[in-house]
């Protein structure tokens, strides 16, 4: 394997889990110097445990150059989520240490675009694995009450990451969008149906209103629809059961509709303001670090746009602007 010195690291290590060797940008990515790194425990050096420590060890090991996602914690300093290519580079088990974050700060459109793209591509084929062994245990018709409880918690999870999956490849897609004009209140209450499951768990209820005489909007609805899904369900995770989620619907300037979307929960602080759409900066995401990033990138490629201001009343009023 080779590294490039900037933004990575290349480490190896011995049989017992301890680093042999370590190279490249270390202090920025494992924040200390490579002089500290070697013959010390992997799990040390990578701000992990034991046990994930020996999976990584494994994969390495088999030399089909996986790839594996790890958050690391080093003391007091900031948590890093990285990203580790691992196999063997002579004869040794190796990694090419990589902190996502860090990568992604103030990178060009380019470079998050390519980056996404190759995460999600990484990620849909073992995500199938497990989607189809879940759906195979739940045909299973002896399963007792807790392990059907068990099996929907991870068809949920499931979910949850297919929508994360799908809103990375979203943010990847540069091509030009086949517009076509659709009724807003239609692409809405499709987009609810997509969360449906999720909504109803959480009984929180989307209740669109619509002014007289909207016209159509020009948009690719298969693009804009699993995109609207994930922000109406990051509001709806911060309501409380038996609540609804308002979004209004009524003409804009001429040639333009607008969709107002109310984050009662969603507080909007003046440090946030700069970075609401960045990707993986807003805590109003919810558990979606891109869900924001992602539809304003779909909305600004089909001609339209978003904003946020705080509300009168509190929380956070999404602003999308649709053309005609």
Same mark, same amino acid.
């Given at each position: ?75 007091? !300093? ?32 380019? !470079? ?5 793209? !190759? ?15 879940? !759906? ?189």
């Amino acid at each position: 394997m080779t590294v490039h010195l900037l933004q990575a690291v290349q480490l190896s290590w011995s049989p017992n889990l301890r680093v042999t060797r370590a190279g490249g940008d270390c202090e920025s990515v494992l924040r200390r110097p490579a002089s500290e790194m070697v013959d010390r425990p992997l799990e040390v050096v990578l701000g992990t445990t034991a046990e994930k420590a020996r999976v990584i060890d494994a994969l390495a090991r088999e030399d089909r150059r996986a790839v594996e996602f790890l958050p690391g914690t080093f003391g007091s !300093q900031d948590p890093v989520q990285l990203r580790l290519a691992l196999g063997l580079d002579a004869g040794e088990a190796s990694a090419v240490v990589v902190d996502l974050k860090a990568l992604l700060q103030d990178a060009p459109p380019v !470079q998050l675009s390519g980056l996404a793209s !190759q995460l999600s591509h990484e990620l849909r084929n073992p995500l199938s694995s497990v989607k189809m062994a879940v !759906q195979t245990l739940a045909r299973n018709t002896g399963l007792s009450e807790r392990d059907q409880r068990r099996l929907t918690i991870a068809n949920r999870e499931v979910r949850t990451l297919e929508r994360m999956l799908w809103l990375l490849s979203e943010y990847a897609r540069d091509s030009t969008p086949t517009l076509e004009p659709h009724a807003v209140r239609t692409l809405l209450e499709e987009a609810a149906a997509v969360v449906a499951p999720e909504l109803a768990e959480r009984q929180v209820e989307v209740r669109v209103t619509e002014s007289a005489e909207v016209p159509r909007v020009r948009v690719e609805p298969g693009r804009l629809r699993p995109v609207l899904a994930q922000v109406l369900l990051n509001v709806a995770m911060g309501q409380a059961a038996g609540t609804q989620v308002p979004v209004t619907i009524h003409p804009g300037p001429p040639g333009r509709v607008r969709v107002v979307l109310e984050d009662a929960a969603g507080t909007l602080s003046e440090e946030e303001r700069g970075s609401l759409f960045v990707p993986f900066e807003s805590s109003l995401a919810r558990g979606a670090g891109l869900s924001l990033a992602a539809l304003r990138r779909v909305m600004m490629h089909q001609g339209g746009d978003v904003s946020a201001e705080a509300g009168p009343h509190g929380g956070t009023v999404f602003t999308l602007t649709f053309t005609v």
